[in-house]
């Protein structure tokens, strides 16, 4: 009986855990799109897609990657006329959040016949 006992209370605390981890993890992402919203959309829109041509679309790109090249036009490693000035305003926790957030928007692709 008290092995029952021990397993539910296991399976609730589980759940509120996993719970907390999801709401911390939504509020991450809105962080992340405060962000986009806020210094990014004008050129890569709030979902990641380009609004000109000369501009790459960010949906679903990998995290790593978004990080090392914000990293990189921060440090002049790369450079690019607004990229490196906008990257310089960046904290490290801001260039995790808005890479975390176009990571997260979901694409789907579909290569030509
Ligand atoms: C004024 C327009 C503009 C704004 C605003 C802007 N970007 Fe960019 N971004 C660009 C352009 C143009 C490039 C392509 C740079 C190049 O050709 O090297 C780029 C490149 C990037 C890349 C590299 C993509 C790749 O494929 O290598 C990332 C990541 C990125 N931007 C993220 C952001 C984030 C995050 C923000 C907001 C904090 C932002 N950008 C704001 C215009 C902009």
Known sequence: ???INLLAHTAVTVSVMRLAVDAV???DL???RAKVEAVCQTCHGVDGVAT???VP???GQQKEYMVVQLEAFRSGQRQHPQMSIIAKMLSD???EIVS???AN???SVEAPE
């Open 1 to 3: 009986m008290k092995a």
């Open 25 to 27: 993890f939504a509020q």
């Open 30 to 32: 809105s962080a992340g």
């Open 52 to 54: 000109s041509a000369m």
């Open 57 to 59: 679309n960010l949906s």
């Open 93 to 95: 926790e801001e260039i």
């Open 100 to 102: 975390e957030w176009y």
């Open 105 to 107: 928007i979901k694409i």
